[in-house]
Protein backbone atom coordinates (compact mmCIF):
# COMPACT_ATOMS: atom_id res chain seq x y z
CA UNK A 1 0.00 0.00 0.00
CA UNK A 2 1.23 3.20 -0.98
CA UNK A 3 0.49 6.29 0.90
CA UNK A 4 1.44 9.59 2.12
CA UNK A 5 1.75 10.18 5.60
CA UNK A 6 2.41 12.84 7.68
CA UNK A 7 4.58 13.41 10.59
CA UNK A 8 2.98 13.52 14.01
CA UNK A 9 6.26 13.63 16.29
CA UNK A 10 9.79 13.50 16.00
CA UNK A 11 12.38 12.97 19.20
CA UNK A 12 15.32 12.06 19.85
CA UNK A 13 16.45 8.87 21.80
CA UNK A 14 20.13 9.02 21.62
CA UNK A 15 22.35 10.64 20.05
CA UNK A 16 22.20 9.19 16.48
CA UNK A 17 18.82 7.52 17.08
CA UNK A 18 15.44 9.44 16.62
CA UNK A 19 11.96 8.11 17.18
CA UNK A 20 9.28 8.70 14.15
CA UNK A 21 5.55 8.75 14.71
CA UNK A 22 3.64 8.97 11.09
CA UNK A 23 -0.18 8.52 10.42
CA UNK A 24 -1.26 5.69 8.70
CA UNK A 25 -4.67 6.14 7.24
CA UNK A 26 -5.53 2.86 6.85
CA UNK A 27 -5.76 -0.40 9.20
CA UNK A 28 -3.42 -3.41 8.48
CA UNK A 29 -2.17 -6.27 10.15
CA UNK A 30 2.04 -5.76 10.55
CA UNK A 31 4.30 -8.26 11.63
CA UNK A 32 7.71 -8.00 13.78
CA UNK A 33 10.03 -7.45 10.88
CA UNK A 34 8.06 -6.19 7.79
CA UNK A 35 9.06 -2.47 6.68
CA UNK A 36 8.04 0.65 4.87
CA UNK A 37 9.89 1.99 1.79
CA UNK A 38 10.09 5.94 3.10
CA UNK A 39 10.59 8.51 0.25
CA UNK A 40 11.08 11.82 1.22
CA UNK A 41 9.54 13.89 -1.44
CA UNK A 42 12.17 16.55 -2.07
CA UNK A 43 15.66 16.04 -3.46
CA UNK A 44 15.43 12.37 -3.07
CA UNK A 45 15.11 10.11 -6.51
CA UNK A 46 15.07 6.80 -4.15
CA UNK A 47 13.44 5.16 -1.27
CA UNK A 48 14.68 3.26 1.45
CA UNK A 49 13.52 0.66 3.95
CA UNK A 50 12.65 1.10 7.59
CA UNK A 51 11.51 -1.55 9.81
CA UNK A 52 8.16 -1.08 11.63
CA UNK A 53 8.75 -0.13 15.19
CA UNK A 54 5.51 -0.13 16.67
CA UNK A 55 2.11 0.26 15.14
CA UNK A 56 -1.11 1.08 17.02
CA UNK A 57 -4.65 3.04 16.09
CA UNK A 58 -3.64 4.95 12.43
CA UNK A 59 -0.19 5.27 13.53
CA UNK A 60 3.14 3.84 12.17
CA UNK A 61 6.25 4.62 14.70
CA UNK A 62 9.74 4.38 13.32
CA UNK A 63 13.66 4.56 14.86
CA UNK A 64 15.88 5.86 12.38
CA UNK A 65 19.82 5.83 13.13
CA UNK A 66 21.38 9.09 10.99
CA UNK A 67 24.00 7.38 9.38
CA UNK A 68 24.10 9.04 5.96
CA UNK A 69 22.44 11.88 3.65
CA UNK A 70 19.05 10.05 3.63
CA UNK A 71 18.49 8.99 6.90
CA UNK A 72 20.17 12.41 8.35
CA UNK A 73 17.61 14.06 6.35
CA UNK A 74 14.46 12.11 7.65
CA UNK A 75 15.27 12.14 10.57
CA UNK A 76 15.30 16.31 10.54
CA UNK A 77 11.62 15.80 8.66
CA UNK A 78 9.16 18.65 10.13
CA UNK A 79 6.64 17.76 12.43
CA UNK A 80 3.46 18.14 9.88
CA UNK A 81 5.39 17.71 6.97
CA UNK A 82 4.67 14.03 4.71
CA UNK A 83 6.82 11.43 3.33
CA UNK A 84 5.75 8.76 1.04
CA UNK A 85 5.33 5.47 2.35
CA UNK A 86 5.11 1.66 0.71
CA UNK A 87 4.55 -0.75 3.23
CA UNK A 88 4.12 -2.86 5.41
CA UNK A 89 6.25 -4.70 2.88
CA UNK A 90 8.09 -8.12 3.58
CA UNK A 91 7.50 -11.80 5.27
CA UNK A 92 7.61 -10.64 8.97
CA UNK A 93 8.17 -13.11 11.95
CA UNK A 94 4.26 -15.16 12.32
CA UNK A 95 4.29 -17.91 15.22
CA UNK A 96 1.18 -19.29 16.68
CA UNK A 97 -0.52 -16.41 19.56
CA UNK A 98 1.01 -17.12 22.73
CA UNK A 99 4.52 -18.74 21.67
CA UNK A 100 7.04 -17.81 23.37
CA UNK A 101 9.96 -15.48 21.97
CA UNK A 102 13.48 -14.33 22.90
CA UNK A 103 13.86 -11.56 20.97
CA UNK A 104 17.54 -10.51 20.72
CA UNK A 105 18.38 -7.18 19.01
CA UNK A 106 21.68 -5.52 18.14
CA UNK A 107 22.10 -1.42 17.39
CA UNK A 108 19.64 0.12 15.35
CA UNK A 109 18.33 -3.65 14.97
CA UNK A 110 16.82 -3.93 18.02
CA UNK A 111 13.78 -1.37 16.36
CA UNK A 112 11.40 -4.13 15.49
CA UNK A 113 11.30 -5.42 18.76
CA UNK A 114 9.15 -3.25 20.19
CA UNK A 115 6.56 -4.98 18.03
CA UNK A 116 6.06 -8.65 20.06
CA UNK A 117 4.54 -5.86 22.61
CA UNK A 118 1.80 -5.00 19.95
CA UNK A 119 1.15 -8.42 19.30
CA UNK A 120 -0.03 -11.87 21.54
CA UNK A 121 3.43 -13.43 22.21
CA UNK A 122 5.17 -13.92 25.77
CA UNK A 123 8.24 -11.97 24.17
CA UNK A 124 11.65 -11.73 26.81
CA UNK A 125 14.24 -9.32 25.17
CA UNK A 126 17.89 -9.24 24.66
CA UNK A 127 19.14 -6.12 23.23
CA UNK A 128 22.46 -4.88 23.12
CA UNK A 129 24.67 -1.85 21.30
CA UNK A 130 28.23 -0.45 21.52
CA UNK A 131 27.57 2.24 24.18
CA UNK A 132 24.54 4.01 25.94
CA UNK A 133 24.81 6.96 23.40
CA UNK A 134 24.13 4.22 20.52
CA UNK A 135 21.38 2.34 22.55
CA UNK A 136 17.74 2.64 20.53
CA UNK A 137 16.64 3.54 23.87
CA UNK A 138 12.92 2.41 24.09
CA UNK A 139 10.62 0.91 26.75
CA UNK A 140 10.76 -2.98 26.90
CA UNK A 141 9.90 -4.19 30.02
CA UNK A 142 12.45 -4.08 32.34
CA UNK A 143 11.37 -7.40 34.61
CA UNK A 144 11.48 -9.16 31.02
CA UNK A 145 14.66 -7.78 29.60
CA UNK A 146 18.49 -7.66 29.34
CA UNK A 147 20.53 -4.85 28.55
CA UNK A 148 24.08 -5.57 27.11
CA UNK A 149 26.92 -3.03 25.71
CA UNK A 150 30.33 -3.35 24.69
CA UNK A 151 31.38 -0.27 27.55
CA UNK A 152 29.43 -1.74 30.01
CA UNK A 153 28.29 1.84 31.23
CA UNK A 154 24.57 0.38 30.85
CA UNK A 155 23.62 -2.77 31.43
CA UNK A 156 25.90 -5.61 31.34
CA UNK A 157 29.11 -5.33 29.73
CA UNK A 158 29.86 -7.18 26.04
CA UNK A 159 27.80 -8.47 23.45
CA UNK A 160 24.70 -10.17 23.30
CA UNK A 161 25.99 -13.18 22.19
CA UNK A 162 28.45 -12.95 25.85
CA UNK A 163 24.98 -13.85 27.32
CA UNK A 164 22.34 -15.23 25.16
CA UNK A 165 23.34 -18.91 26.07
CA UNK A 166 22.27 -18.37 29.75
CA UNK A 167 19.71 -15.77 29.36
CA UNK A 168 17.32 -18.23 26.96
CA UNK A 169 15.20 -20.34 28.83
CA UNK A 170 13.84 -23.71 27.42
CA UNK A 171 11.06 -23.73 24.42
CA UNK A 172 11.72 -20.24 23.57
CA UNK A 173 12.02 -19.37 19.40
CA UNK A 174 14.26 -16.89 18.57
CA UNK A 175 14.08 -13.67 16.75
CA UNK A 176 17.16 -11.78 16.37
CA UNK A 177 18.03 -8.46 14.12
CA UNK A 178 21.62 -6.85 13.93
CA UNK A 179 24.77 -6.86 12.44
CA UNK A 180 25.85 -9.64 10.28
CA UNK A 181 28.49 -10.95 12.52
CA UNK A 182 25.68 -10.68 15.55
CA UNK A 183 23.73 -12.89 13.31
CA UNK A 184 26.61 -15.27 12.33
CA UNK A 185 27.42 -15.92 15.90
CA UNK A 186 23.55 -16.03 17.01
CA UNK A 187 23.00 -18.52 14.44
CA UNK A 188 25.91 -21.00 15.35
CA UNK A 189 24.65 -20.36 18.87
CA UNK A 190 21.24 -21.38 18.38
CA UNK A 191 22.21 -24.41 15.97
CA UNK A 192 24.13 -26.13 18.75
CA UNK A 193 21.59 -25.83 21.31
CA UNK A 194 18.74 -27.32 18.49
CA UNK A 195 16.48 -23.79 19.07
CA UNK A 196 14.37 -22.70 16.38
CA UNK A 197 15.43 -19.52 15.33
CA UNK A 198 14.46 -16.50 12.81
CA UNK A 199 16.27 -14.18 11.80
CA UNK A 200 16.04 -10.26 9.88
CA UNK A 201 18.80 -9.82 7.54
CA UNK A 202 19.68 -6.11 6.59
CA UNK A 203 20.60 -5.60 2.54
CA UNK A 204 20.90 -2.76 0.16
CA UNK A 205 17.40 -1.76 -1.59
CA UNK A 206 16.18 -0.11 -4.56
CA UNK A 207 12.54 -1.37 -4.73
CA UNK A 208 11.80 -2.96 -2.06
CA UNK A 209 9.47 -4.90 -3.94
CA UNK A 210 11.04 -7.80 -5.88
CA UNK A 211 11.66 -6.40 -8.58
CA UNK A 212 15.33 -5.28 -9.02
CA UNK A 213 17.07 -8.49 -7.56
CA UNK A 214 19.28 -6.46 -6.03
CA UNK A 215 18.65 -7.21 -2.23
CA UNK A 216 21.34 -9.61 -1.68
CA UNK A 217 22.58 -11.12 1.53
CA UNK A 218 25.81 -12.63 1.79
CA UNK A 219 24.01 -14.73 5.07
CA UNK A 220 21.57 -16.69 2.85
CA UNK A 221 22.72 -20.05 1.35
CA UNK A 222 21.07 -19.62 -1.81
CA UNK A 223 20.24 -16.47 -3.78
CA UNK A 224 16.81 -14.91 -2.43
CA UNK A 225 15.77 -11.75 -2.33
CA UNK A 226 15.63 -10.01 1.08
CA UNK A 227 12.86 -7.31 0.68
CA UNK A 228 10.57 -10.08 -0.91
CA UNK A 229 11.33 -13.57 0.42
CA UNK A 230 12.74 -12.15 3.36
CA UNK A 231 13.46 -10.37 5.56
CA UNK A 232 13.06 -12.79 8.07
CA UNK A 233 14.60 -15.94 7.05
CA UNK A 234 14.66 -19.06 8.94
CA UNK A 235 17.72 -20.76 10.81
CA UNK A 236 17.75 -23.40 7.97
CA UNK A 237 17.97 -20.66 5.40
CA UNK A 238 21.12 -18.97 7.11
CA UNK A 239 25.02 -19.95 6.83
C1 LIG B 1 14.65 -4.39 5.94
C2 LIG B 1 15.44 -3.22 6.46
C3 LIG B 1 15.02 -2.57 7.60
C4 LIG B 1 15.73 -1.46 8.09
N1 LIG B 1 15.28 -0.85 9.20
C5 LIG B 1 15.92 0.22 9.68
C6 LIG B 1 15.44 0.89 10.86
O1 LIG B 1 14.44 0.50 11.47
N2 LIG B 1 16.12 1.99 11.26
C7 LIG B 1 17.25 2.44 10.62
O2 LIG B 1 17.81 3.45 11.04
N3 LIG B 1 17.73 1.81 9.53
C8 LIG B 1 17.09 0.72 9.04
N4 LIG B 1 17.55 0.11 7.90
C9 LIG B 1 18.75 0.64 7.24
C10 LIG B 1 18.37 1.88 6.46
O3 LIG B 1 17.54 1.59 5.37
C11 LIG B 1 19.70 2.50 5.99
O4 LIG B 1 20.53 2.72 7.10
C12 LIG B 1 19.51 3.82 5.42
O5 LIG B 1 18.80 3.66 4.21
C13 LIG B 1 20.87 4.49 5.19
O6 LIG B 1 20.73 5.47 4.22
P1 LIG B 1 21.62 6.77 4.24
O7 LIG B 1 21.51 7.47 2.91
O8 LIG B 1 21.32 7.55 5.43
O9 LIG B 1 23.04 6.24 4.42
P2 LIG B 1 24.15 6.06 3.34
O10 LIG B 1 24.88 7.35 3.16
O11 LIG B 1 23.59 5.40 2.11
O12 LIG B 1 25.04 5.05 4.14
C14 LIG B 1 25.52 5.34 5.45
C15 LIG B 1 26.13 4.08 6.01
O13 LIG B 1 25.14 3.09 6.19
C16 LIG B 1 25.44 1.92 5.42
N5 LIG B 1 24.18 1.45 4.89
C17 LIG B 1 23.31 2.16 4.13
N6 LIG B 1 22.22 1.44 3.82
C18 LIG B 1 22.42 0.24 4.39
C19 LIG B 1 21.68 -0.96 4.43
N7 LIG B 1 20.49 -1.10 3.84
N8 LIG B 1 22.21 -1.99 5.08
C20 LIG B 1 23.38 -1.91 5.69
N9 LIG B 1 24.15 -0.80 5.71
C21 LIG B 1 23.67 0.24 5.07
C22 LIG B 1 26.41 2.39 4.37
O14 LIG B 1 27.32 1.37 3.98
C23 LIG B 1 27.18 3.49 5.09
O15 LIG B 1 28.18 2.96 5.91
C24 LIG B 1 16.90 -1.01 7.41
C25 LIG B 1 17.33 -1.68 6.27
C26 LIG B 1 16.63 -2.79 5.81
C27 LIG B 1 17.10 -3.49 4.58
S1 LIG C 1 15.11 -4.48 -3.43
FE1 LIG C 1 14.50 -4.82 -5.47
S2 LIG C 1 14.28 -7.01 -5.48
FE2 LIG C 1 14.68 -6.56 -3.40
Avoid at 46 to 69: A, Q
Avoid at 81 to 106: C, I, M, R, Y
Avoid at 204 to 210: D, E, P, Q, T
Wanted: glycine share 10%.
Amino acid sequence: MLTRAKLKSRNRVSEKIWHLVFELPFEQEIYPGQFFMIKIDEGFEFKHPFSVHRFSDGVVEFLIESRGYFSRSLSYLNVGGTAQLTGPLGNGFKAKEGSSVLAVGGGIGCAPLAMFECLHYKARYLVGSKDEKSFPGFDLPPEKTLVVTENGKYGKKGLVTDYFIEFIEEGEKVFACGPDQMIIKLAQQCRSRGTDAYFCLEAYMACGIGACAGCVSPLLREYKKVCSDGPVFSIREII
